[in-house]
């Protein structure tokens, strides 16, 4: 263990040599330390950047999403003034004020080594430049990377996702005896950035429908200097018990500012549904609660659990105010870390705190992790974070490149608009009264 740990000590020196060449660069694009934390003005209800970070896009349906970007030496890519314009509506609908990655924390089984790869490692700086044929169909845009210079590495293109929805309206449906039926599609945003020997793709989706998805995909190459997990902390992946990959986790955070509407000030609330078994005859019943979440919290995952942002300032042509899900994907939950004990964060909006863990911009003695700013305040203006992790147990296919594992979580358009983007004319007029079937 004494070589490993010799080995990952050097490989983490030579990093923090490159981070601190760097910091100049991050912190003029963070806020100021002395800054005291100030409400942002509301959005525009559309991206009103320049053409160059500008992302505008029209799918199915007739669905436009716009928004702006622009580049953080540490964490990359963040999408600004976010908005949604389903076919019917006759401005966008603001839903995002800001959305980005905020954490990649690393940390190694045997305990030897840990990293920040996005505060921690040159992961903004190593943007990767991207071949035409990394982006099909799409166009990839120059990004601006202060202390290095233009890199081609931001792709914008569309996806094909199947079915958008299908309904064959036959006699059983009350219906017309037409089959209607729509091929979604997706815009798609994402940028490759390097930390160390991994590489992240860090993509960004939004549906026609309403959705809106982001993924984080590892792929590269294991480390070589953690080919040592001779403590049963590995996998071999060399012949027979040679090259034992050192396990290890990946816990990813994004940070979200919601705006829906135009506003800052949206509320949090949180479901749980309860099932009951029948005592005798019968089937079982099942009560759903809403909890009202009006302080800071530090959430946990749960069956039949789940969050929504709740406009503070609009409601759709049905008179519910409009909110987006978050729908976190498959996660497992690493107990090593305070920040990393929770699924999700919702904390109080201040300008400083923007990184999950390790965070850079606060006053010195500021607490530097999520999980301390989930400390009970009143949440007026709500920054969402979620968390998910993926613990790393290699396999001989890992090599070589690492075929790209994924870890996400979606938004879904909860009473945005008072029925499906998507519906065709024929059923525009079934809301809430569909034909009854014979
Ligand atoms: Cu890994």
Request: aromatic share 8%; charged share 20%; net charge neutral.
């Amino acid at each position: 263990m004494h070589v490993n740990r010799l080995s990952r000590a050097r490989k983490r020196a030579t990093l923090a040599v490159a981070v601190s060449a760097l910091l100049g660069g991050a912190l003029s694009v963070a806020a100021p330390a002395s800054a005291a934390p100030k409400a942002p003005s509301a959005p525009a209800a559309a991206a009103d950047c320049s053409d160059a970070y500008k992302i505008e896009q029209t799918l199915d349906g007739g669905t436009t999403w716009r928004m702006c970007w622009h580049y953080n030496t540490l964490s990359g890519l963040i999408l600004d003034k976010i908005s949604y314009q389903p076919k019917g509506e006759a401005k966008p609908i603001p839903v995002l004020t800001s959305a980005r990655l905020a954490q990649v924390h690393v940390p190694y089984d045997d305990g030897q080594a840990e990293y920040d790869d996005v505060t921690g490692t040159d992961f903004g700086q190593a943007l990767q430049n991207l071949a035409p044929g990394e982006c099909p169909g799409g166009t990839i845009k120059t990004v601006k990377v202060p202390n290095r210079g233009e890199v081609k590495g931001l792709c914008t293109t569309t996806r094909a996702r199947g079915h958008a929805y299908r309904l064959n309206d036959d006699a059983s449906t009350g219906g017309s005896g037409k089959v209607f039926s729509g091929q979604g599609k997706d815009l798609l945003v994402y940028t490759v950035n390097k930390a160390s020997w991994y590489e992240y793709i860090t993509e960004w989706r939004f549906s026609s429908d309403g959705t809106i998805t982001s993924n984080v995909g590892a792929t590269g190459s294991l480390s070589p200097y953690d080919y040592d997990g001779g403590d049963d902390r590995g996998w071999p992946i060399g012949k027979g018990d040679q090259a034992k990959a050192e396990s290890h986790a990946h816990n990813v955070f994004w940070r979200l500012n919601f705006g829906l509407d135009g506003s800052p000030k949206a509320k949090v609330e949180q479901y749980d549904s309860k099932v009951t078994p029948p005592t005798g005859p019968g089937s079982p019943t099942t009560k759903t609660t809403r909890t009202k979440v009006t302080k800071e919290l530090a959430g946990d995952r749960k069956d039949m659990r789940w969050w929504r942002v709740v406009s503070g300032a609009g409601k759709n042509t049905d008179g519910h105010p409009r909110s987006y899900e978050i729908v976190p994907g498959a996660s497992n939950k690493h107990a090593g870390r305070p920040f990393t004990k929770h699924d999700v964060y919702f904390t109080q909006y201040k300008k400083c705190e923007q990184y999950a863990s390790n965070n850079i911009g606060c006053p010195a003695g500021s607490p530097d992790s999520v999980d301390k700013w989930a400390n009970g305040e009143s949440l007026t203006h709500p920054i969402t974070w979620v968390h998910i992790g993926f613990h790393h147990i290699a396999r001989d296919e890992d090599q070589q490149p690492m075929p790209v594992h994924w870890q996400g979580f979606s938004l879904a358009a909860r009473d945005v608009t008072a029925m499906s983007p998507l519906t065709p004319q024929d059923l525009a007029n079934q809301n809430g009264q569909p034909p009854m079937g014979g």
